[in-house]
T-cell receptor, first 115, second 109 residues
């Protein structure tokens, strides 16, 4: 079945450690996104990518990095510079570019906690 | 940037009851989506509805773009409808989805 796969479902990070969250889609979507959700809050955009080898910062990019080497993959690295990384991270994708008015579809998320 | 307000913030219903959730936004939009986040965190697409009316089973949605609001109707609610309902909009300027704070719905048996 087509969809968006995020892994792992749960992830624990030690102080000073970088961790990478995986997001893979087989929907042939051009655009991919990473969001952060804190308890009781809506989602906030971290990074997005409209085509391979190109990505832009969202509203809360500090302490995060991404890459888009393949159309189907958009991994997110939470670096040690992110001082409050404990959150629920959701990946999404959509056809077309950001302004193409297409709905976004979401993966099941990764819960990141600090040890 | 565009502001999104959802109401009510919390809602408790008895199974079988109907409800209306509201989403107000501060600027013209070219993308509006309603999502249901279940207790496991999964975000389920309900409607892509920048304007007009759509129905899917017991759920329907209406967006009046000129008046900058959208409504989500849930009829004959079931316990499985419990969770958080999010409205998200994108303006033509940025194309980025901006989420509201959500409405937390609890349906009691």
């Amino acid at each position: 079945d087509g969809g968006i796969t995020q892994s792992p479902k749960y992830l624990f990070r030690k102080e000073g450690q970088n961790v990478t969250l995986s997001c893979e889609q087989n929907l042939n979507h051009d655009a991919m996104y990473w969001y952060r959700q804190d308890p009781g809050q809506g989602l906030r955009l971290i990074y997005y990518s409209q085509i391979v080898n190109d990505f832009q910062k969202g509203d809360i990019a500090e302490g995060y990095s991404v890459s888009r080497e393949k159309k189907e993959s958009f991994p997110l690295t939470v670096t040690s510079a992110q001082k409050n990384p404990t959150a629920f991270y959701l990946c999404a994708s959509s056809t077309g570019t950001l302004n193409s008015n297409q709905p976004q579809h979401f993966g099941d998320g990764t819960r990141l906690s600090i040890l | 940037g565009i502001q999104v307000e959802q109401s009510p913030p919390d809602l408790i219903l008895q199974e079988g009851a109907n409800s209306t959730l509201r989403c107000n936004f501060s600027d013209s939009v070219n993308n509006l989506q309603w999502f249901h986040q279940n207790p496991w965190g999964q975000l389920i697409n309900l409607f892509y509805i920048p304007s007009g009316t759509k129905q899917n089973g017991r759920l329907s949605a209406t967006t009046v773009a000129t008046e900058r609001y959208s409504l989500l109707y849930i009829s004959s609610s079931q316990t499985t409808d419990s969770g958080v309902y999010f409205c998200a909009v994108a303006s033509s300027n940025t194309g980025k989805l901006i989420f509201g704070q959500g409405t937390t719905l609890q349906v009691k048996p």
